[in-house]
């Protein structure tokens, strides 16, 4: 079994940043893929950015290209999301997710389906 837990949200001015952070237990880290998610009030969820534990890889979505950065510390097993320039559309739920199935050659994943656990969530709110 894995644990995610993750913390750093809350309430930023447009332009802010923020840091999030999950934290992994449970399981030892091999060729897995950790993801960031997010959803809004009445959307739905939504890829945000991922990153391959062995090797560092990542895939963002388009619309955070640039302002939001993934980056993990492997003694820490801890896995960090970078939020930059924030916009009010950026405000939602944000959830740390991981996909233990992948394969080493095998692109990251960038659909919910493929993540195996979740944590509870995270509130980002950003508004003046």
């Known amino acids: 079994q894995l644990q995610l837990v993750e913390s750093g949200g809350g309430w930023v001015q447009p332009g802010g940043s923020l840091r999030l952070s999950c934290a992994a237990s449970?399981?030892?880290?091999?060729?897995?893929?950790m993801g960031w998610f997010r959803q809004a009030p009445g959307k739905e969820r939504e890829f945000v950015a991922a990153?391959?534990?062995?090797?560092?890889?990542?895939d963002y979505a388009d619309s955070v290209k640039g302002r939001f950065t993934i980056s993990r510390d492997n003694a820490k097993n801890t896995v960090y999301l970078q939020l930059n320039s924030l916009k009010p559309e950026d405000t939602a739920v944000y959830y740390c997710?991981?996909?233990?199935?992948?394969?080493?050659?095998?692109?990251?994943?960038?659909?919910?389906?493929?993540?195996?656990?979740w944590g509870q969530g995270t509130q980002v709110t950003v508004s003046s």
């Open positions: 997710a991981a996909d233990l199935r992948v394969s080493s050659g095998a692109p990251i994943p960038t659909m919910g389906r493929y993540y195996d656990y």
């Open positions: 449970g399981r030892t880290f091999g060729n897995y893929v």
């Open positions: 990153i391959r534990w062995s090797g560092g890889n990542t």
